[in-house]
């Protein structure tokens, strides 16, 4: 039989993280010994209390479809996340939660994006970023960033980048592969560009929460009534809750927009899981007090790994200051990251994720989201690897 496969699909790459994670585990399963680096989620367990809130709604029944963009009470509270934490005012019905952030993005780039079109995205990004933009009929305009700029796009790139047929800049910061944090007035001025040029904003803030270094996060949505209509903010609860294997996201997004992307959920997942809807209302209006703890565990990660990455030869990283990755630059051992993550997988059993992946092929991503003894047994064998090179 001659399948028939659309183009959409059979042009799609399939997530290389979520590949490598499941070859490491696999190896696991089999009995290996493997460090895993590759893993784009937390390791601390969801709370207890937001598990509790969703127990206690499946027995209580609340089993049923809800709203498509999700029930009244978790959209207030979000709303109210909003106004509370980044001095936002949104209304419930500028709100609509999708499951998963991922979906979030999905929903907002295929409700304003078409053949056509074109979105900006600063590299190394998040590597389903321009494969959604592909399933639109869209195109990825990629701007380049290094190193040496701290993986930071310009404000001159950005102006050089929009024409016509821009119909979105993607932001991201913190930053999924690289950590970064953009400074407030950075984020004011690359979007005062999108202001003055009409573009809308796909602010992807889940990482918000994840900050180290007295590092501060300001939604480009909070510097003016202008930002606000200019932006839409993608957010979850994956990160900051540990809640990956829930599927739960949420964005918020200027009226007409949000319409558009609840037209689109309707037709297609309807409403997120409505138990697990409950869960994040607890999420939100529950105690935070995990998160200085997750921190402190993160922050010790990262300061660890990123002195034990830059006595490796041929390899160099600069300091991150959010979520939780690093991306040192592997240039120096003379191979690409493909080969240099393949070859660390067979000769060490160390999974990392290539950063030609990201769009950027002098680094690869290391995930501080396991524990410190892990850490170290799979930098001893990282350093072991690299000096093998020589
Ligand atoms: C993890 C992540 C998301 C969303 O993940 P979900 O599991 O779908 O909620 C969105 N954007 C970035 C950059 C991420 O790293």
């Not at 499941?22 to 009995?31: E, F, H, L, R």
């Not at 493997?34 to 206690?56: L, M, R, Y």
């Not at 047929?165 to 999108?194: A, H, M, Q, W």
């Not at 903010?233 to 007409?256: Q, Y």
């Amino acid at each position: 039989m001659n399948y028939p496969i659309a183009r959409r699909a059979a042009t799609l790459s399939p997530s290389l993280t979520l590949a490598i994670d499941s070859k490491a585990k696999q190896m696991k399963a089999d009995g290996l010994d493997v460090v895993g680096f590759g893993a784009g989620e937390p390791d601390f367990d969801t709370p207890q209390h937001i598990k509790d809130a969703a127990v206690k709604a499946l027995a209580d029944g609340f089993t049923k479809y809800t709203p498509s963009s999700g029930i009244l009470e978790l959209r207030q509270a979000i709303a109210d996340k909003f106004q509370r934490e980044n001095g936002l005012t949104y209304k419930p019905s500028q709100i609509i939660v999708s499951c998963g952030g991922k979906h979030s993005c999905f929903n907002v780039i295929l409700s304003t994006c078409q053949e056509g079109d074109e979105v900006i995205i600063p590299a190394p990004y998040w590597l389903s970023y321009p494969e959604m933009v592909k399933l639109a009929g869209a195109k990825s305009v990629i701007l380049s960033t290094s190193d040496r700029t701290e993986f930071k796009v310009t404000p001159e790139q950005l102006r050089g980048a929009i024409t016509a047929k821009t119909r979105l800049f993607v932001l991201n910061s913190p930053s999924n592969p690289t950590g970064t944090v953009y400074t407030p007035d950075e984020i004011r001025i690359l979007g005062d560009i999108c202001v003055e040029k009409g573009v809308l904003i796909m602010s992807d803030e889940i990482y918000e929460h994840l900050l180290y270094d007295g590092a501060k996060h300001r939604s480009v949505a909070s510097f003016s009534p202008a930002h606000l209509e200019h932006t839409i903010i993608v957010h979850g609860f994956a990160k900051a809750w540990s809640m990956t294997g829930w599927r739960l996201g949420f964005l918020a997004a200027p009226e007409p927009v949000a319409k558009a992307i609840d037209a689109v959920q309707s037709h297609s997942t309807s409403n997120p899981t409505s138990f697990a809807q409950k869960g994040a209302v607890a999420a939100l209006t529950g105690s935070q007090e995990h998160l200085p703890r997750w921190l402190a565990e993160y922050d010790r990660r990262r300061t660890y790994a990123w002195q034990r990455l830059n006595t490796m030869p041929g390899v160099s990283c600069v300091s991150s200051k959010g979520a939780f990755y690093l991306f040192p630059n592997v240039s120096g051992t003379g191979l690409g990251s493909a080969e240099f993550c393949s070859r660390l997988l067979e000769q060490e059993k160390v999974a990392a994720v290539p950063g030609i992946a990201f769009g950027a092929d002098d680094y690869i991503r290391i995930s501080y989201a396991t524990g410190l003894a892990n850490i170290e047994k799979g930098l001893d064998r990282m350093d072991r690897f690299v000096r093998s090179l020589r």
